[in-house]
């Protein structure tokens, strides 16, 4: 991609998207997982160790290519992204706890995501050609708590703007997505055909298994439905935009970020039809309301 792109483009734009992620948190969120820990507990281990797991079987059973299996294990390891939220209220969905999720897992993440990237890189024996510098990652983490950090202040200090900013936010996040998709398309746009026959199916059938496990798992825990479809959206709707920043920045391949940008085309409609098929299901379930 452009160098003013990623070096000043992608920061701006991870720090916009995660600035959003921090209007719409509260301390109380992360006091609620707490209190309720439940339905945190089992959503949190289905993306941080079943997701992972069921990542790593698809990318050796299609035997992906070392660049493209790292970006696929990179995207596994990214916490849930902004829209996960609108998903899960379309949907009727527990928004509260994809809310404390998302502000538990992107702490989380800090931990994990270079953890489990690393663990990929060694895996493919890509060490000499890709790596993961402590220092990079410490700026990774800053650029993300730190507008996560002054969302918060800013919503603490006066709610009605963040409330007001909300969906500006969202339609914006959405919009640098898109763009940050399209922008490596066109980079790599040589190779896409190539790029979709080798990593398409692979994103797709994750994206269906983070939306299935996310949605099935909590209801064999005993989770209320409303809480299960939230878990699904949270995990089935990574944040593709921190992904891609991590591996064009911090891992410095375009070629590791496509995975994350066709499973951002991908997710979209899938979260959608999936949300979709869910709550229909609940509502017929739901008994008809008394003449």
């Known amino acids: 991609m452009d160098s003013a792109l990623t070096t000043v483009g992608l920061p701006i734009a991870l720090a916009i998207i995660m600035f ?7 301390v109380g969120d992360f006091r609620r997982v707490a209190q309720h820990p439940k339905a945190a507990v089992v959503a949190l ?27 696929m294990m990179l995207l596994a390891a990214s916490p849930g992204g902004t829209t ?36 990929a890189i060694r895996y493919f024996d890509q060490a000499d050609t890709v790596s993961m510098p402590l220092s990079e990652v410490v700026k990774v983490f800053v650029l993300i708590l730190v507008p996560v950090g002054i969302g918060m202040l800013v919503r603490a200090r006066n709610a009605e703007f963040a409330g007001r900013m909300d969906k500006p936010v969202r339609i914006g996040s959405a919009v640098i997505l898109a763009i940050l998709v399209l922008g490596i398309l066109l980079d790599q746009r040589e190779n896409v055909g190539d790029y979709f026959a080798d990593v398409g199916l692979v994103a797709a059938l994750f994206c269906a298994i983070s939306l299935v496990t996310g949605y099935l798992i909590p209801k064999l825990a005993g989770v209320i439905e409303s809480q299960a479809i939230a878990s699904s959206m949270e995990i089935g709707v990574h944040n593709g935009t921190l992904a891609i920043f991590v591996a064009v920045e911090v891992l410095d391949s375009t070629e590791i970020s496509v995975p994350a940008a066709v499973y951002s085309l991908l997710m979209f409609p899938m979260a959608a039809l ?9 509502a017929a379930r739901e008994p008809a309301p008394a003449a």
């Open 20 to 26: 959003g992620l921090g209007l719409g948190l509260t």
């Open 274 to 282: 999936w949300g979709a098929f869910v709550s229909r299901r609940v």
């Open 84 to 119: 996960a939220n609108l998903f899960s209220h379309l949907f009727r969905g527990d928004v509260a706890l994809n809310i404390s999720l998302t502000a538990v897992n992107t702490i989380l993440a800090i931990g994990t995501l270079p953890l489990i990237t690393n663990a």
């Open 45 to 71: 281990a289905c993306q941080l160790l079943l997701l992972p797991l069921a990542c790593f079987g698809l990318v050796v059973l299609f035997d992906l290519p070392p660049l493209l299996g790292i970006g």
